[in-house]
Each structure stands twice: as C-alpha cells, then as structure tokens.
C-alpha cells in the first residue's frame, strides 16, 4: 500500500489529535502575530472613539454561550472602550441565552474599568461603573423581530422594566431616552438569525446607525449590507475581536487565541494540500488501471 | 475564587473534556454532557420567559384588576386579549380542540406576514439592487489599505461579480461564448465566496477550540494551583487530579478496549 492509499485511508481522529496537538503547541509557546486592521472594523472603532461622553450607545447581545468564544471578547473590547470614554450603554440579549453572556461581561467589565489604565498613551482613572447610571440591560424577550420593531417606537412598550425588575421610567440613565432616535448608534454581536431582523426590521425601519459584531461563520454573508451602506462596520470572527482589541490598545483573549489560529490554519492548509495530491494520485492510477 | 466557585469551574472543565470526547467516539460522558445542555437550556428559557416577559408584561399589567372580574377593571384590560390568544395556543395538544390553536397562530402569522413582506423587500431586495448600482468612486479608486471595502474598486468588483452570477444562473440561454464565458467567471465569483465562508468556518470552529483551551488553562489549571488565592485550600488540586485521574482510567479503559476488540477480530476462526 503506498503512502497516498494510506493517506485517503486514514482515521480522521488521527487528523483531530494532531490539530489539537498543534494548537496545544501553538498555545503554550510564547510568540505574538501582527493583527492588521480592516477598515470595516476601523469604522466601528472611529466612530465609538469619536462620541462626546454621556452619548448612548446600544449594544445588543444576541449570542448564545456557543459563540462566546467569538463574540465575547468584542462584546469586551467595545464595552470597555466605551465606558472608558464615558458614554452611556444600553444593553439587551434576544438570543434565548444571552442574558447570562450580557450579565457575565457587565460584571467582568464593570471590574475592569474600576482600575486605573492606559489605552493608547492615554491614561483613564479607574471609576465605578454604576446600573441605571451608566448602563442599563433591558434583558431578554421572545420574539425578536417584535421587539426590534416595538422599541422603535418605545424601549417600555417590550420592556417596562429592565432585567433586574426596576421600571425604565425610574432608571435616572432612561429618563428622555424613548427610542432608537436617542441612541448614537446601535451594534448587534451576534451568532444568528437576529442580525437579519436588525437590519431588516430595525437599521432598515428606523434608519439608525447599526454595526455587527459576527461569528466567522456569518461573516461573509453580511457583507453585501456593508457596501449598501445598511451597516457601517462588521467585526468578523475572532479575527475582528483582535482588531478591535489592537485598535482600543486592549489585548484581550481574542488576540491571544489568534496566536493559535496561525499553526492551525498551516496545519489545515496542508492538510487540504496533502488530501488533494492524495485523491488526484489515487484518482490517476485507478484510470491507468481501467477501474 | 472561592472552593464553591471553583467547584463550578471544575464542572464546566470536566463537560468542555467529556464534549470533546465525542471526537474519539460516542461514550457516556459526551451523552451526559449533550443531555444536559438539552435539559438546562429548556429549564432556563422557562424560567426567563416567566420571570423577564410573563411577569412584567402580563401579570404586572392586570395587577390592579380582580381576577373575579376577569381582570376587566384593571387600568390596562386589554391585555387580557393577548393573554387568551396565549392559552388557546395550548389546545393545539387537545385532539378535539386543537382548531382553536389556528385563530391565534392565524393573526401571529398574518402581522408576521404583513410586516415582514415590505420590510425585507426593501432592505434584502431594493437596498440591494441599489447598492449593486452605484456610482465607481475613481477619486478612491483604490481605497485605503489592501482591499478597501468602501473603494471603488470594490464596487466595480461588485458589479461585475453580481452580473456574472447572475448569468450562471440564467438558463434559458446556452452557456456558449461570451455568455458562457461570462458564466465561468459567474462560477468563480461564486467560488470566491464560498471559500471566503469556508475560511472564515474554519477560524471559527479553531476559535470555539482556543476558548476552551483558554478556559482549561485560565480559569481552571491556574485556579487549581493559585496559592496567591486567600481562599485557598489543598481541596483545589485536589479536586484537579481527581478530574485528571478519572480522564486517565476512562482513557486507559478505552485502551484495552480496544485492544481486546482488535485480538478478536485478528484471532484466527
């Protein structure tokens, strides 16, 4: 048998331990890679950036913990730069398990800024970052294309109170705050089908300001809103995570895990190489040989 | 982290392992984990069902209403109609009664319908079309950086990558020619855009990989060994090795399992 029989013969567990082994690897050895930032992600970052303090920005977390691993370390990045610039955050989670992602990040977050930092060369003093002050999560609905349609008109209609049961009217952060028109902008981190309703039913009914955040899978697909204009930014993948992280000067997970993806995505290259090579040689003597 | 809390973690390393274990093969570890995703995540949207959206935007709503009443006398009676359309939605598990379930999946279907249809045209269809169209931006030919998104370059790319797909589809003409060669480059515009979706696949999954690796690394192995911890206690790694342990002896088992099915199979008749 020759190596190419073996190889379209081989156990595709042999293919996982050594992909794990590389990544095992690739983990534990100290190096760094240069992230280099896309203008798409540029856009997102720029137009955060350049709020005035007390502007609102709404952030809806619509993932579930199956995509944390993408979408968390934006969801990260983008809350700490924006309460580092003092703006105001309104948050939601209209994926089924999105509140425990939103409540996870709030507190990581809200420990985080509470330190003094330096993003940049600009140092920012710790403060604390207070609900109903500084942020508030209105939580998690059902139906989303309903909600996204009904907070256009008014956040109470769908949520007369927010995740913690206080009533919106008495947040001191909601008082004036009606509608998407009260918001800079609004930026979906999302690992589904809600991206759609947001465009379609939110950006495209209200005509707001609107960014996605993606897991790789969905990134492609959401690129034809980019070029119309529908979105102004899209952050894909964990690749997207990274650049944000590069860009606020806030290395986080998402540019350490793409330390990882180099050795994967050469091991994966090959591997595809390897397998074509294996089946056109297998494929050319099976012809030779009249089969 | 106290001991609780790390007993939390330690929970969450030993399914991200019995997940993964599925790679190897289907064993109880993995159905254990699957089962429990099933069941937490079914109780958990109940709860937060009620809690976040029966609770405040039904009940709290007729509170002020008497139930004898039927809630008539509350300041905001009309809820009540969406709260029944709600129930006659479960006489769909009645045999006898199930018809009813239609009148209010029949309105749900048809606001869904009635506001779905213009809006997605809009901004799926025409926004798109539009956006095909546009004016070539030659003063930002080339945009900034390697592949400027907002570039002309990119729309004339668009244009012409929308076009040429579009052809590919156009069956009522044979593929021969100019046509046919306009369809061939239909088909490779195609297959740009299923590769660029293959790699961004693939560094998701490789994504979803590095975050539990992060996870057992960060949040569980270091935990385990913090002595700079003030809740530490020698029940940590103890708690780590017994994980560890019981990984060993389910590995050394499938060993001899397989071992012992491989003698088998070799034997002679």
């Known amino acids: ?291 | 982290m106290d001991f609780t809390t790390f007993l939390w973690t330690t929970l969450g390393a030993f399914l991200t392992l019995a997940t993964f274990s599925f790679l190897y093969k289907d064993n109880p570890f993995y159905k254990l984990a699957e089962h429990l995703v099933v069941g937490v995540s079914a109780g958990y949207f109940v709860i937060i069902v009620w809690h976040g959206t029966m609770v405040p935007n039904l009940f709290q709503k007729l509170a002020d209403g008497d139930w004898y009443l039927l809630w008539l006398n509350s300041t905001q009676p009309w809820y009540i109609v969406p709260g029944i359309l709600g129930i006659l939605m479960w006489t769909r598990f009645s045999k006898k009664y199930g018809w009813i379930s239609r009148w209010p999946m029949a309105l749900y279907i048809g606001i869904a319908a009635g506001v779905a249809v213009p809006l997605e045209m809009s901004n799926k269809v025409n926004k798109q079309l539009v956006a095909t169209m546009v004016d070539i931006d030659w003063s930002n030919f080339m945009g900034a950086g390697f592949f400027d998104p907002f570039s002309g370059m990119a729309s004339l790319l668009i244009f012409i990558g929308a076009v040429s797909a579009l052809i590919y589809f156009f069956f009522s003409k044979a593929h021969t020619g100019v046509f046919g060669g306009v369809a061939k480059l239909g088909i490779w515009t195609l297959m740009i855009g299923f590769g660029a979706s293959f790699g961004f696949t693939v560094m998701a999954r490789i994504s979803l990989f590095i975050n539990r690796l992060q996870y057992l690394d960060k949040n569980w192995r270091e935990a385990a060994f913090d002595a700079s911890n003030p809740n530490y206690s020698f029940g940590f790694p103890l708690v780590f090795w017994l994980v560890m342990a019981l990984i060993l002896v389910y590995i050394i088992w499938e060993l001899m399992a397989h071992l012992k099915h491989k003698n088998q199979t070799s034997a002679p008749q």
């Open chain 1, 1 to 291: 048998m020759s190596i190419f029989d073996r190889l379209m013969r081989l156990d595709r567990r042999w293919v996982f331990l050594f992909l794990t082994a590389v990544c095992i690897a690739g983990y534990y050895v100290d190096y760094s890679i240069p992230i280099r930032v896309t203008n798409e992600t540029r856009s997102i970052y720029t137009f955060i950036d350049s709020l005035p303090p007390g502007d609102i920005v709404f952030v809806a977390i619509d993932y579930d913990p199956s995509n944390q691993a993408e979408l968390h370390p934006m969801t990260y990045a983008i809350m700490e730069h924006a309460f580092r610039k003092n703006l105001k955050v309104i948050f939601t989670a209209l994926s089924q398990n999105g509140p425990g992602m939103a409540d996870q990040a709030i507190r990581d977050i809200t420990d985080s800024v509470s330190l003094d930092r330096t993003y940049n060369g600009v140092e920012f003093k710790g403060r604390e970052i207070r609900n109903g002050i500084d942020y508030t999560f209105l939580g998690y609905k059902p139906y989303y294309a309903i909600i996204i349609l009904s907070m256009g008109q008014n956040f109470r209609i769908s949520f007369p109170t927010d995740y913690y049961g206080t009533p919106l009217d008495s947040i001191p952060m909601m008082r004036g705050v009606l509608n998407y028109d009260n918001v800079a902008c609004l930026i979906d981190l999302s690992g589904g089908n809600i991206t759609d309703a947001w465009i379609s039913y939110g950006q495209g009914r209200y005509n707001f300001p609107l960014a996605l955040g993606l897991t790789g899978v969905m990134t492609a697909q959401y690129y034809p809103y980019l070029n119309s204009g529908q979105v102004f930014g899209i952050m894909g993948g964990m690749l997207g995570a990274a650049q944000y992280e590069r860009m606020a000067d806030n290395p986080g997970l998402a540019i350490d895990g793409m330390r990882v993806q180099l050795p994967a995505h050469i091991v994966i290259v090959l591997f595809i190489i390897i397998g074509n090579i294996g089946y056109f040689v297998t494929r050319r003597r099976e012809q030779l040989e009249g089969r």
